[in-house]
């Protein structure tokens, strides 16, 4: 049986193909203004990489911000459920999930089963996020790429104590004006947002084995920050942008 996972986000579409719950090819593209657009496009570039060309039988689910915008979906699941979901599927240890996304972050408690205990999100604010990151190093006019690598070079992280994008962007912008290095900028910005994601952590039962998801996950700096801030190493699949996609598509194998 084939199952997909589509998970539409506010920056990319990912998308997951399991084969009698084995999980056999992933595709990621960037969201655009359109993201029924994106669904359908994520979905076919998957297959066709996959070498299939019969859609009949496939079970598809959809999830994040724009999963309703998946109209050839058998089901539409919350991104929470999902990247629970997702994690289990990827090591079944897992308790706890710190996902960064690109419009809010989340932090998931679950029980030995994978299924969701507890949950809470950081969605009334860019706080953190990819977005937030993205405003940061175009502040600093550096390629959001190497951004989290070149924190590693900080010798001395500035202080910044605000997380709302534009007070922060104002704090960066007079760091800069005052000769801070970059990398000192940057280092700040990644220890603001581990500790102001592991408060938000610490209100929902953090526990271990944490993985972190999400695209930001890919940022070098900020998971060196979340494990200063956590006092421990979390786990980071190489899977960790597709979490959501290949959750959906694991409980796509449940309808």
């Known amino acids: 049986m084939y199952t997909v996972g589509i998970d539409i986000g506010s920056i990319t579409a990912k998308a997951a193909l399991l084969q009698d719950g084995r999980l056999i090819s992933t595709n990621l593209i960037f969201t655009g203004y359109n993201s029924a657009t994106a669904g359908k496009k994520v979905f076919s570039e998957l297959l066709l990489a996959a070498g299939m060309n019969d859609t ?30 997702g994690a289990y599927f990827l090591n079944e240890k897992i308790r706890f999930i710190i996902d960064i996304g690109g419009q809010d972050s989340k932090a998931i408690l679950l029980d030995e089963k994978g299924k ?29 790429d190497d951004f989290g690598a070149l ?29 801070v290095a970059r990398e000192n900028i940057i280092a700040g910005i990644h220890e603001s947002i581990g500790s102001r994601i592991v408060a938000l952590a610490a209100r929902t039962g953090l526990t271990t084995p944490l993985m972190v998801t999400g695209g930001v996950a890919k940022n070098v700096g900020l998971l060196g920050a979340l494990e200063k801030a956590l006092g421990f190493k979390p786990d980071v699949s190489k899977y960790a942008q597709l979490t959501g996609a290949i959750g959906a598509a694991v409980l796509a194998n449940k309808l």
């Open 56 to 85: 009949s039988g496939i079970k598809v689910v959809s999830t994040g911000y724009g999963r309703s915008s998946v109209d050839f979906a058998d089901k539409a699941i919350t991104e929470i459920t999902c990247h629970a979901a």
């Open 116 to 144: 969701v205990k507890n949950f809470v999100m950081n969605d009334k604010c860019a706080a953190g996020t990819g977005r937030f990151l993205e405003v940061m190093a175009r502040a600093l006019e550096i390629n959001l």
């Open 151 to 179: 924190s590693l070079d900080a010798q001395n992280p500035a202080q910044i104590s605000s997380l709302c994008t534009v007070f922060a962007e104002s704090e960066v912008i007079s760091l800069i004006s005052k000769g």
